[in-house]
């Protein structure tokens, strides 16, 4: 196995427990798929999700 194999099946195990944890403790799971906001819906991810990765993009 390469490099390149092992990584990803390194962040495949971490991305399934990261997951994992998002439903425990009274917080609703990620949907798991890109998500456009706006700044209410931003506000409210932020305070349901305490980490999130933002990418924003200008059209």
Same mark, same amino acid.
């Given at each position: 196995?390469?490099?390149?194999?092992?990584?990803?099946?390194?962040?495949?195990?971490?991305?399934?427990?990261?997951?994992?944890?998002?439903?425990?403790?009274?917080?609703?799971?990620?949907?798991?798929?890109?998500?456009?906001?706006?700044?209410?819906?931003?506000?409210?991810?932020?305070?349901?999700?305490?980490? *999130? *990765? *933002?990418?924003?993009?200008?059209?």
């Amino acid at each position: 196995m390469g490099w390149d194999e092992e990584l990803k099946q390194i962040r495949e195990k971490k991305l399934k427990k990261l997951m994992g944890r998002a439903g425990k403790g009274g917080q609703k799971a990620m949907p798991g798929k890109p998500m456009e906001l706006n700044a209410t819906s931003f506000r409210e991810l932020i305070r349901a999700h305490p980490i *999130v *990765v *933002v990418d924003c993009w200008a059209s």
